[in-house]
């Protein structure tokens, strides 16, 4: 193999592995927005919106300076829904995407911050579902 022939092979599967992360960041913002979208309406309304900066207020508590830098911008959802009161899923993925990039958090920890976020959001739907059942009974 010549050197071209290598460089060209390297750089395939370099493309090959920025496709696959994005597709896997793609799924995971698109997972998260449906655990949010608790009227499952194909948007977010106000409540919910809050309901992420609630359990984003937490994160950011747990997380490294950058990310806290990059929760506080996702807080700036507010300004989304302003113009017709919803927030789309390209919306969402968008601003997140970008408070991410602002922040220069790598993918990676871009989809673990995804993850941790939607498993907050299954844990403090879980606890609301226990309190009210209890209360229920």
């Not at 490294?64 to 929760?71: N, V």
């Not at 941790?116 to 209360?135: H, I, P, V, Y």
Request: charged share 35%.
């Amino acid at each position: 193999c010549n050197r071209d022939e290598i460089v060209r092979r390297l750089a395939e599967k370099v493309a090959h592995v920025v496709a696959h992360t994005r597709r896997e960041v793609g799924s995971e913002i698109r997972q998260l927005f449906q655990a949010i979208d608790d009227d499952h309406s194909g948007y977010l309304d106000a409540g919910e919106v809050a309901q992420v900066v609630k359990v984003a207020q937490e994160l950011a508590g747990l997380a490294s300076t950058e990310a806290q830098e990059a929760i506080q911008r996702l807080m700036d959802m507010d300004a989304l829904y302003e113009d017709d009161g919803k927030v789309l899923v390209d919306e969402f993925s968008e601003h997140f995407l970008s408070s991410m990039k602002e922040a220069k958090i790598p993918k990676r920890e871009c989809v673990d911050r995804l993850r941790e976020l939607k498993q907050s959001m299954k844990a403090r739907k879980a606890a609301e579902e226990a309190f009210f059942a209890d209360r229920g009974s």
